[in-house]
């Protein structure tokens, strides 16, 4: 693959050492834009789209066999998880945990900062595959989607000559209306990835934070009572690592330590309703970044 690119408008098409060629139609990587097309593809459409990596001499792709149990937002990076595999995939920057320990040119490398839909033709300039390419802040690619292809059936097995299946290219064209053209509005009223939710560490490095499940049972039972539509999960790591339980709420970045299952009881009805954080539990103390 040469770097021979050709800039029309929002398109670039790259020549490919095969005779080929690559199209990319650039769309806008800012997280209002990012949080919905991922959720269409992970939340929506997970039947039908491929999660891998493509370089010369390696591919990787990933199916998804039932909807994620797993799609968060947490400190710039996306989580989306299944029973057998899981991604992360930077698209706001990642700070670094509550004591923002991620340095600046590291939080710009990390992070989508080119997005492009993709068609590959073949040297005769017909198209034969369809997806979504990211690149990183250094140029990288990363990430690729893996849309539905109108040459394959079931188990990815070749169609016969002449009977492609054109209304799967359907997800693809809807895409391009919407992130590429600009011809159909975002489908949602708001950015499903900043939903704000509450979390609680389950890794045991944060001794006692062992001990979740009390802590996980009160948030749900208190946010359950005042009827907030914030649901709550368990969290691998949230970088706080001492004084669990580790309780942290998207809402405003806020975290909390020694969070017993009275304290996450507090969290709901003062940090969240009466929006009035508990101070003493704040980590770190004198942030509530
Ligand atoms: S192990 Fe609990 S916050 Fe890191």
Known sequence: MTNNQEQMTNKTTETTLTGGTI?????SCEIGVLGPMLYTLCQDHWQEVQIGHVVQGSV???????????????????TVATEAWHLHLCVEEHLGGPHCKTPPELRKQRLVTRGALYRRLNRQGKPTSWGIQFWNGDGEKMMTFFLPNPYLGEDEDLLPEGKPQWKKLGLY????????????????????????????CRSSRCNPSRNWQPTYDALKAATEEAGLDIPVQTAGCLEVCQQG?????????????????????RIVNEHIIAETPISEYLYPQNSNQ
């Not at 990787?60 to 996306?78: A, H, M, Q, R």
């Open 173 to 200: 064209e809807t895409l391009r209306e919407i992130y590429v053209l600009g011809n159909q509005p975002i489908p949602f009223p708001e950015n499903p990835l900043k939903r704000p939710y509450l979390a609680v």
């Open 245 to 265: 339980p580790v309780v942290f709420y998207s809402g405003d970045r806020s975290w909390y330590v020694q969070a017993k299952p009275e304290l996450a009881k």
């Open 60 to 78: 990787l792709e990933l199916s998804f066999l039932e909807p994620p149990k797993i799609f968060v937002l947490y400190d710039g990076y996306l």
């Open 23 to 27: 199209e990319y139609e650039d769309f």
